[in-house]
């Protein structure tokens, strides 16, 4: 279990330091209270953290050989992607993340939200970083851990690095976006994804 938990916390931690939901919760956090975009934010996190441990608990019943490939080719895939992400970045790759998040949050921006209400502002944090996870690598990285390891471990240590980047984002977010490196993040975590692929191979052979 405790295997797991670390996995599912280095890889969320690190796959999510510079995302999109992390800079929807810093520009949510300039416009509303931090404490209410953080439980928006946080909840819809869990929520998809918990969401993706079920379906790798289903993909677990698949064929031992065949999941334990696919573990790897997940793995080693993202990996590799995010590397080739990396080398293509601009310098001003950071700066389109926010961009792209500042459309987001204008474009779903609700009534309830402009308004200041508090459950507006909840509900508003809780919407945009669900949709904003879903179909994200760390989602699909989610599923693999679970359906690999122990899914209590991967839960929770999948949620307390939701947690830790939410948090970042919502107290600190403006200054880490002004000396974060997103191709070095990039990197890191392109690397992680493959170490973790390795390890994979590793223990399957």
């Known amino acids: ?20 939901t992390f800079f929807i919760a810093m520009l ?3 416009r509303h209270s931090r404490r209410l975009v953080f439980i928006g934010a946080i909840a819809a996190l869990a ?9 790798g608990q289903v993909v677990s019943l698949l064929p031992k050989a065949l999941l334990h490939v696919a573990e790897i080719v997940v793995f080693i895939g993202f990996g590799l992607k995010l590397l080739y992400d990396a080398k293509q970045m ?3 790759a950071l700066c389109d993340e ?27 944090a809780f919407a945009l970083t669900f949709m ?3 179909g994200d690598r ?4 989610t599923i693999a851990l679970a359906a690999a390891n122990d899914p209590w471990g991967v839960t929770a240590g999948a949620i307390l690095g939701h947690a830790i980047c939410a948090a970042i984002a919502v107290v600190g977010g403006r200054l880490l976006a002004a000396h974060l490196s997103e ?3 990039t990197t890191l975590g392109g690397l992680l994804f493959i170490v973790f692929g390795i390890i994979a191979w590793m223990e399957g052979a």
């Open 1 to 20: 279990m405790l295997t797991a938990f670390t996995a599912g916390l280095l890889l969320i931690t690190m796959s999510e330091l510079g995302d999109k």
């Open 28 to 30: 949510l956090a300039m």
């Open 47 to 55: 929520a998809m953290t918990v969401l993706s441990v079920l379906m």
């Open 90 to 92: 601009s310098s001003n």
């Open 98 to 124: 926010v961009k792209e998040a500042e459309e987001t949050i204008q474009q779903a921006d609700t009534v309830a939200a402009k308004q200041g209400t508090r459950r507006g502002v909840v509900i508003q």
């Open 132 to 134: 904003g996870e879903w």
């Open 138 to 141: 760390t989602q699909f990285a």
């Open 183 to 185: 191709r070095l993040i």
